[in-house]
């Protein structure tokens, strides 16, 4: 084979490898994207309340092994020693019991309020309103040794900016949910 | 002189244009591997803590063997290294080689110096770190497996080397049979590539023990009081007023150290390359030639009666053949001149430093997001640029362009005209078939 044939037959099998490479980095790129963030897209899906599901006015949701209802969203106005223009908003829940697992299920639970704009609020404990004896939260009703078909009542008090107020729809996330998590819709939607 | 300089950085944007698809798959090949092996490892140390270190060995040597085939897919496009190349195997090579036969050649030349560089830069405690990170994921607080890592302190290491010391001996023998030699090739390749990866790290564990032995003894606090006060003059040494931090300075010695060791990377990686293209001294001939006090050397040694010659030879030829290139890598690189040498530090760290630039305007692009979200966009653009906490071997836009910028420094290290005129060099192919041998031996 003479020298001339020896290096076209060496540039065709490159110009070969080349379209080969080429066609390979499609399959190639995703699957090392994929096996690079595969730990870091776990976490994200597993820590975070990403994608809703709405419950409408007066319905309730089975969430956490539980039926979850939003029974009141209002705002306690005219209180002193508050940030200006900022309004304590008080959410009541009605939660009935099924699996009472709670310590399991209801781990990470998360009330919380969102904005049209995404914006999120989480419980505050500045503003303190005396609460009924039989109203408890979140976290305390993880410990409250409630039984199946037991209703508890859960209460959580926000503090959100007045503009704010016009367009907040309380939502709730658990661990062993997510990354969904339930968006309750109020009565004007 | 600007010719030289300017010709390096062409030749990186020619090679990098020509090969670039082949590069890249081949770091991305590299990441999947280097990963699906990490897991492996990980698995595997859930049951065995020994297994799952032997398994990790895989992991580096994945970077290794990536490294290679980045710089043997380049090999076409390099004349003048393969003209070196072709007129050593004229001297006396025989036949050529197949393909995977030959990478695993050159992956056992660059075997030791590959790890030594990769544990001088930490990369080796990175590995193992990353290694003992993923286990604890998969028990968390070490639940039912324990320390991974308890085994780097046990005696039973010995009895992993010795295992992998047998296996290696069983296909050395296989290898001589004449079954299928590149297969066996590869199972010495990883047996030993595990002893080193195993030695390498216990070695810089008790270095690590050492020092702080020294340490505790106050014996260094007496030498570092001592060189201070070389130094430092007098006056300085006492009632030194308090001096705010943001005014304080860096003294000079320690600049020039850390100056060192900046321009050291490239010149060891420049090194690194030339191994792999099997920059290889049959004999030491050219070696000598450095100086004519090692010339004289030489000759001594060859007035030592023949048997004694063959009694250090049968203990030393293996290592000598293996590794009398890193000897010849760094005279070629340092013959290579100073314009090449300034070129190749400076282009291979304003590569590093557009990657890092690079990774901060991404971040400036992307915007502020949770730090959940952050984590997962930092996995895609450390895919591109290489992540910033490790050297940018991971950087599908980075690796290609430093591969291929060291590539083009050897061709214009071998091109250059005061070279060619010599003559005297020839680098070869890797370590040839006897060789081979003798090293198995």
Not at chain 1, 174 to 183: G, I, K, Q, T
Not at chain 2, 10 to 34: E, N, S
Not at chain 2, 338 to 344: E, F, K, P, Q, S
Request: aromatic share 10%; hydrophobic share 50%; charged share 20%.
């Amino acid at each position: 084979m003479t020298a001339e044939a020896l290096d076209q037959e060496h540039k065709s099998g490159e110009r070969k490898w080349r379209r080969r490479s080429l066609w390979s980095l499609v399959l190639l790129i995703p699957l090392a994207l994929a096996v690079e963030s595969y730990d870091s897209v776990r976490t994200l899906l597993r820590n975070n309340d990403l994608f809703p599901r709405r419950v409408a006015w007066g319905q309730s949701a089975h969430f956490a092994g539980s039926d979850w209802k939003l029974t009141n969203l209002r705002g306690a106005f005219g209180m002193s020693n508050l940030p200006p223009d900022s309004v304590p908003v008080l959410a009541d829940f009605q939660v009935k019991i099924g699996n009472s697992d709670l310590q399991k299920l209801w781990l990470g639970c998360k009330v919380m309020l969102i904005d049209k704009d995404g914006r999120r609020w989480s419980p505050t404990s500045i503003v303190s309103l005396k609460t009924p004896d039989n109203i408890g939260n979140c976290v305390s009703a993880i410990f409250s040794g409630a039984r199946t078909g037991d209703t508890l009542n859960l209460r959580e008090t926000f503090l959100v900016p007045k503009e704010a107020t016009k367009s907040i729809w309380p939502a709730i996330g658990v661990a062993s949910e997510r990354p969904h998590f339930l968006l309750f819709q109020l009565e004007k939607d | 002189m600007l010719a030289i300089a300017v010709r390096p950085l062409a030749l990186t944007l020619k090679l990098w244009w020509r090969f670039c698809p082949q590069l890249v798959a081949t770091v991305l090949l590299g990441i999947v591997f280097g990963d699906l092996f990490m897991q492996v490892a990980a698995r595997a140390a859930l049951l065995n803590h020994m297994a799952g270190l032997a398994l990790l060995t895989l992991v580096a040597l994945t970077q290794l063997i990536v490294t290679v085939a980045m710089f043997q897919t380049l090999l076409p496009a390099l004349p003048a290294v393969q003209a070196a190349q072709r007129a050593a195997q004229g001297e006396g090579e025989t036949g050529s080689h197949g393909g995977r036969a030959r990478l695993a050649r050159m992956v056992t030349v660059a075997l030791l110096p590959f790890f030594a560089y990769y544990a001088a830069w930490g990369f080796l405690g990175d590995t193992v770190r990353q290694y003992s990170r993923v286990t604890l994921d998969m028990a968390p607080f070490g639940e039912g497996a324990g320390n991974v890592l308890d085994v780097l302190d046990s005696r039973w290491l010995i009895v992993s080397v010795v295992i992998s010391w047998l296996i290696r001996r069983f296909a050395t023998a296989m290898q001589k049979r004449g079954g299928s030699r590149s297969f066996w090739q590869i199972v010495v390749v990883i047996c030993e590539t595990n002893w080193i990866f195993i030695g390498l790290y216990v070695i810089s564990r008790w270095k690590d023990e050492a020092v702080a032995w020294i340490m505790s003894r106050n014996i260094f606090s007496a030498v570092q009081a001592a060189a201070e006060s070389i130094a430092h003059p007098v006056a300085s040494a006492f009632a030194a007023p308090m001096v705010p931090v943001e005014v304080t300075s860096i003294d000079t010695t320690t600049r020039v150290v850390s100056l060192f060791f900046y321009m050291l990377l490239p010149v060891i990686w420049l090194v690194l390359a030339a191994l792999i293209y099997g920059y290889d001294v049959r004999d030491d001939k050219e070696l000598m030639r450095v100086h004519r006090r090692v010339e004289r050397l030489g000759e001594r040694y060859r007035a030592i009666p023949k048997f004694l010659r063959d009694f250090a030879e049968h203990f030393i030829s293996g290592y000598r053949s293996r590794y009398l290139p890193i000897a010849n890598g760094v005279r070629i690189t340092l013959n290579s001149g100073v314009v090449l040498i300034v070129t190749l530090i400076l282009g291979y760290r304003l590569i590093d430093w557009l990657a890092a630039w690079a990774w901060l305007a991404m971040t400036r692009l992307v915007g502020p997001h949770g730090l959940d979200t952050w984590q997962v966009l930092s996995e895609g653009v450390s895919l591109l640029f290489g992540s910033p906490f490790q050297d940018s071997s991971t950087g599908i836009l980075v690796e290609p362009l430093r591969i291929c910028f060291l590539a083009a420094i050897l061709e214009a290290a071998f091109a250059l005209p005061m070279r060619q005129a010599g003559g005297s060099a020839e680098p070869a192919g890797p370590a040839d078939a006897t060789q081979t041998e003798v090293q198995n031996a």
